[in-house]
Every structure is written in C-alpha cells, then in structure tokens.
C-alpha cells in the first residue's frame, strides 16, 4: 500500500516555474515507477512525465519535453516535477500515480495509487 500526497501547485505567469513534490508513504516507494499525469477542466487525463524505480530512466509527453524534469529521491519518498517555461496550457490538475508492473506507460488507468492533486494555472 501506497499513499501519495502532491503539493507545490498555484498560480504563475507565462513563463514562470514551479517544482511540484509528491512524497509517498511505505517502505516499498523505491520499487515502484512514478508519474504525473495532469487533468484539465473537461478532458481526460493525460500522461506528464514518468521515472522508472532508480529513477535512471525518464520518460515525458512531447508538450513538456524540454521544459518538465522529473526527478526522485527514493530515500525521501518523494518524486518532483520542475516545470520551467509555463504556458497557459499547462493549466490543470497534476497527479502523482504509482505504477507496480512497468517501467513506463502513459495509459492512466495502469496505475495503483494516485495522489489528491494540486492545482496549476498559468495565466497569459
């Protein structure tokens, strides 16, 4: 069992940067792939950025790449996003998912355990 809280989300300009954290509970976090995903008002969740259980491998949708980091510290239990050059378009909900099977998959319905959320907006 694995729980996941995310913060770090609130309102930015175009432009700007936030690092969002996701820090899980359990002693099996480091065995685990992590993601985030992010929702917006009206669409379906879609894939962010994942790290494979070292977190030697990452993995990022083609509408962050270049701009989104992930990163883990397995000691920690936490998983991050920095989020450098916002757009309007990342406006959404973000959500950390824990994924037990594989080492990537951008198909939200593969993971385990999923965080509350925490808001983003960019404004233009």
């Known amino acids: 069992q694995v729980q996941l809280v995310e913060s770090g989300g609130g309102l930015v300009q175009t432009g700007g940067s936030l690092r969002l954290s996701c820090s899980g509970s359990g002693r099996t976090f480091a065995s685990y792939t992590m993601a985030w995903f992010r929702q917006a008002p009206e669409k379906e969740r879609e894939f962010v950025a994942a790290a494979s259980w070292s977190g030697g491998r990452t993995y990022y949708s083609d509408s962050v790449k270049g701009r989104f980091t992930i990163s883990r510290d397995n000691a920690g239990n936490t998983v991050y996003l920095q989020m450098n050059s916002l757009k309007p378009e990342d406006t959404a909900v973000y959500y950390c998912?824990?994924?037990?099977?594989?080492?990537?998959?951008?198909?939200?319905?593969?993971?385990?355990?999923w965080g509350q959320g925490t808001q983003v907006t960019v404004s233009s």
């Open positions: 998912g824990a994924d037990a099977d594989s080492d990537y998959d951008p198909d939200p319905d593969e993971y385990d355990y």
